[in-house]
Nanobody, 115 residues
Framework: QVQLVESGGGLVQAGGSLRLSCAAS????????MGWFRQAPGKQRELVAG???????NYADSVKGRFTISRDNAKNMVYLQMNSLKPEDTAVYYC?????????WGQGTQVTVSS
């Protein structure tokens, strides 16, 4: 069973930065497109950034130019560098495969941006 463990969230002022990390307990991690998702209270979970197995990234319009996704296949890790954070970025952030089929969701990491 695949385990995904997200970390790095916290409370930050608007304009600040955070770096999220996700560790995957699966050796085939490197073959999968991965993504960072977020879910704000009362809203559906949404994909904010994805990265292919070869490192090509794509972003939701709401985070483009502020967030950067990266991965380290040797360590089974995926990262999300978040800069110029806004209050509307407040959510629980999760990582998972960026495909229709998903692994079980981890616990996520809370990001709270104060104005």
């Amino acid at each position: 069973q695949v385990q995904l463990v997200e970390s790095g969230g916290g409370l930050v002022q608007a304009g600040g930065s955070l770096r999220l990390s996700c560790a995957a307990s699966v050796s085939i991690f490197s073959f999968n497109a991965m993504g960072w998702f977020r879910q704000a209270p009362g809203k559906q979970r949404e994909l904010v950034a994805g990265i292919t197995s070869s490192g090509r990234a794509n972003y939701a319009d709401s985070v483009k130019g502020r967030f950067t996704i990266s991965r380290d296949n040797a360590k089974n890790m995926v990262y999300l560098q978040m800069n110029s954070l806004k209050p509307e970025d407040t959510a629980v952030y999760y990582c998972n495969k960026a495909t229709v089929s998903k692994w079980d969701w981890g616990q996520g990491t809370q990001v709270t941006v104060s104005s």
